[in-house]
């Protein structure tokens, strides 16, 4: 059975003699043209492709060959020798254009740059893996983001933070000396999505990691990843002068401190020579910072950046702080911090926020400092792994919620000024570009813990490379790439990807509703959460449910974070008439009567109403992957299924734990006509 491991890149046999036969026109004799590590990568892909998609192909003389891969002026010359009009590109993106007959398809994969040829590689065989035709290709894609990073939030021991798929694939005790051949496949995955980097430890960082032994050990993993166009960052703590360096301060603006990074960076770089840059947690939750020394944020990041520049390093400074000293309602925090630092950022900084102004919440608005810094590239920073979606056993496909954030308008310069266009350079013409994504990667065999789970890892590529991408198409090309090639299924299965997040929101926190989960660990309903030190952690402070309603003002007549957003939105969201019913209870104390205009109900009703109806969706979404049995492997059906049915009792369990605690504020029955699950 398909235990996972092989994730988007299974290469099983074709077995429809029409199709293969197809594939084999091209596939069997293929040309990659010049030698280098990555253009070793690039044959042993399409040896492993050929041989696992069609039992056969090889490399044969460019002549011969019905596939060329090609970079750089080999690419200029074969556009030219065959009159292939290329569209002007950037150094990694490529071109796969069919010179050949409908009989015998001849086709160039052509890029500036090696990279960009294995990019290319990858998307023609995921046009053979998704059953299109190759006959008459004609498609040039470039990313649109420059720096497409996963964060790890893996540390030293092996334990990874919030991380439900096993312990981490770093093995720090056996490198530099053993290469697992998890990190191979690793560099293969990534690279098949594009992603170019990869933050190998958290960023709650221990400061061991910048030990010479250390860096050792980061050098054998650079070194592979390399020919895959993958670079290698580390998390850095703030206060390293001083854990590491025995200095006795870390404040950025002393000469002595300002010394040890440069030479602790030229060391780094001796060692690894493409080495990335530094991810940053500052002041926030506890860890050291340029605050401690009464220094900016942008003082802390721009001495980092003097010490990387030289190198081409950059800083992904982060905007999430959490700070305990704060005295701001936390939605407000890291705008009301960043906001003012615009325009006092180093060249190599960008400032890395989350998607939302919380935490990660199963639904939030977009963080309204999207669009507020036109001075100050700001990376986004989404999380793939599941720590308020229910860890491993919810299947929740978050390339919706991606989607939903990217495509939100700021109207920072108008209408149109969405998300994705301030992360991929457009709307203030940046010089450099990010997306990162805190990495759902264990060592289970699977991965991702789930093996539908892979799809958030694959479509946060998908979206980094493009951040128009559409999530549905997204998810139809992962389910015929990992699960089954009937059409039937693959429709079956995209929608339930596409539903699922709505369905998950709804059994956690609808209507806005946020930050009602397992006090710690994050698991779980518990909107009773009364009892912790600080209010801001506490469930009850954010739903804020009493007698006279439900929900958190953060209008004008309560914490005012709306003034935080652009016009229309500060003032559509100011109203809870005009405020997207998605986001009513995260920017609105309510009444239990309150109409909800989608529906007519009350808002207890559709409190009500939205959790029944997820769970009841959930048993739905069981039910339908129990009638695709026979088009699933057996191993992944049933590791699907088991998940399902837990999934099923959780949202159960969520369902009944938030509406029985609600109902004691709102004093009223159950409404009639719920949907109970069957
Ligand atoms: O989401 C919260 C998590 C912490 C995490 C923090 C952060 C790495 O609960 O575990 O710490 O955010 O993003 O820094």
Known sequence: GEDGYRLWLKYDLISDD????????????????????????????????????????????????????????????????????????????????????????????????EKGALYGTFRLLKQIQTDDVLSGINVASSPKVQLRVLNHWDNLDGHVERGYAGRSIWNWHKLPGYIDQRYVDYARANASIGIN???????????????????????????????????????????SPQLLGGLETSDPLEPGVQKWWREKVSEIYKTIPDFGGFLVKANSEGQPGPGDFGRTHAEGANMLAAALQPFDGIVMWRAFVYANEKNEERSKQAYSEFKPLDGQFANNVLVQVKNGPIDFQPREPF??????????????????????????????????????????????????????????????????????????????????????????????GRMAWDPEVSAREVANDWTK?????????????????????????????????HHIMGAGHHFGPAPWVDWLARDDWNSVYYHKAAEDGVGFDRSPTGVNSVEQYFPPLKELWAKPETTPEKYLLWFHHLPWDYRVSSSGRTLWNEIVHRYYQGAEDVARMAAKWN????????????????????????????????????????????????????
């Open 18 to 113: 029409v199709k293969r036969n197809h594939y084999l026109t091209v596939l069997g004799k293929y040309a990659v043209v010049g030698s280098s590590p990555t253009f070793e990568v690039v044959r042993q892909e399409l040896s492993l492709a050929s041989s696992g998609l069609l039992g056969e192909g090889q490399e044969v003389k460019e002549k011969e060959a019905s596939l060329i891969i090609a970079a750089g002026d080999n690419a200029a010359t074969f556009a030219k020798q065959y009159g292939i009009e290329w569209p002007k590109q950037g150094d990694d993106g490529y071109f796969i254009h069919d010179v050949g007959s409908q009989n015998q398809p001849k086709i160039f994969v052509l890029s500036k740059s």
């Open 197 to 239: 980097g990869t933050v190998l430890n958290n960023v709650n960082a221990d400061p061991l990691m910048l030990t010479p032994a250390y860096l050792q050990k980061v050098r054998a993993l650079a070194d592979l990843f390399r020919p895959y166009g993958i670079q290698v960052y580390l998390s850095v703590k703030f206060s």
């Open 367 to 460: 963080s309204p400092l999207f669009g507020a810094t036109p001075e100050t590239p700001l990376m986004m920073e989404f999380q793939i792994t599941m720590e308020y979606l229910g860890f491993s056993t919810h299947m929740v496909y978050l390339g919706t919620m991606y989607e939903e954030v990217l495509e939100s308008d700021t109207f920072a310069k108008g209408e149109g000024s969405t998300v994705a266009k301030v992360i991929d350079g457009q709307l203030f013409s940046n010089h450099i570009t990010g997306m990162a994504g805190v990495a759902n990667i264990g060592a289970d065999r699977n991965w991702t813990g789930n093996i539908m789970l892979q799809s958030n890892w694959y479509v946060f």
């Open 481 to 513: 790439m990992t699960l089954s090639h009937d059409p039937d299924t693959v429709d079956a299965v995209t929608t339930m990807l596409m539903d699922s997040h709505e369905i998950t929101v709804n059994y956690m926190t609808p209507l806005g509703l």
């Open 627 to 678: 009638s695709l049995k026979e088009h699933i492997d057996p191993l992944q059906f049933e590791q699907v299924r088991m998940s399902l049915a837990i999934q099923q009792k959780e949202a159960i369990w969520w369902r009944d734990a938030c509406v029985l605690y609600f109902m004691q504020y709102s004093q009223q029955p159950l409404p009639d006509n719920l949907e109970k699950p069957s």
